[in-house]
């Protein structure tokens, strides 16, 4: 089986992901999280499925990466990672409420969110609406007066009307737009470490 034809299709859409991506909605989403880290407020990190992988990483990332000696650092809390808690929240409170519950107890007036869809909280298949959990948590923190970060793909869904700031991964491709996340999030953090050592 030969499969450099389909090797180099999926690098070229890749490249084109690249190419076409909104660096100004890329430069507006990392404003927003230094934004965060200079007054001192936490960020909460989301996602479902793969896109949970995903929101971990950031917050790992963003926890350990970007931080530079005698700079403010960043106060990442990942929502997914209690595994007990979230399958009592899904049993007790239902699938839409496991993040919504959360900031309820640790959120604080001002603090921030990034949220991580493939989709954005739009289609629908045999499980009902997808990541309609997101957007409830998206609406809870604005509502409290913080900022949203959105991370999707495909046409952004409810998710890029909603959000403060949102970077769409322009294709129709579950595989594509995970994959490109992870690129993101590592230039972010790239950047983030970068001036921040520069400013020493």
Same mark, same amino acid.
């Given at each position: 089986m030969n499969n450099i034809n389909s090797i180099s299709q999926y690098l070229e859409d890749v490249k084109k992901i690249a190419d076409t991506i909104s660096k100004e909605d890329i430069n507006k989403a990392i404003e927003i999280l230094n934004e965060a880290r200079l007054k001192n407020k936490k960020i909460f990190v989301i996602g479902n499925g793969g896109s949970a992988s995903?929101?971990?990483?950031?917050?790992?990332? =963003?926890n350990k990466y970007t931080s530079?000696?005698?700079?403010t650092r960043f106060r990442v809390i990942s929502l997914e990672d209690n595994v007990p808690l979230l399958t009592a929240l899904v049993? &007790?409170?239902g699938w839409d409420s496991v993040y919504h519950y959360q900031l309820e107890n640790l959120m604080d &007036?001002? &603090?921030? =969110?990034i949220a991580v869809s493939v989709h954005g909280? *739009?289609?629908? &298949?045999?499980? +009902?609406?997808? *990541?309609?959990?997101l957007l409830r948590a998206a609406k809870y923190v604005q509502q409290r007066g913080g900022k949203v970060v959105g991370l999707v793909g495909f046409d952004g869904g +409810? =998710?890029?009307n909603l959000a403060d700031a949102c970077i769409t991964v322009p294709i129709n491709s579950t595989p594509h737009v995970e994959g490109f996340h992870l690129i993101l999030t590592h230039m972010i953090c790239s950047i983030i470490r970068e001036k921040l050592a520069a400013d020493e």
């Amino acid at each position: 089986m030969n499969n450099i034809n389909s090797i180099s299709q999926y690098l070229e859409d890749v490249k084109k992901i690249a190419d076409t991506i909104s660096k100004e909605d890329i430069n507006k989403a990392i404003e927003i999280l230094n934004e965060a880290r200079l007054k001192n407020k936490k960020i909460f990190v989301i996602g479902n499925g793969g896109s949970a992988s995903t929101a971990t990483h950031f917050a790992c990332d =963003l926890n350990k990466y970007t931080s530079v000696p005698e700079k403010t650092r960043f106060r990442v809390i990942s929502l997914e990672d209690n595994v007990p808690l979230l399958t009592a929240l899904v049993n &007790d409170e239902g699938w839409d409420s496991v993040y919504h519950y959360q900031l309820e107890n640790l959120m604080d &007036d001002g &603090d921030y =969110l990034i949220a991580v869809s493939v989709h954005g909280g *739009s289609g629908k &298949d045999h499980a +009902a609406m997808w *990541s309609q959990n997101l957007l409830r948590a998206a609406k809870y923190v604005q509502q409290r007066g913080g900022k949203v970060v959105g991370l999707v793909g495909f046409d952004g869904g +409810a =998710l890029r009307n909603l959000a403060d700031a949102c970077i769409t991964v322009p294709i129709n491709s579950t595989p594509h737009v995970e994959g490109f996340h992870l690129i993101l999030t590592h230039m972010i953090c790239s950047i983030i470490r970068e001036k921040l050592a520069a400013d020493e």
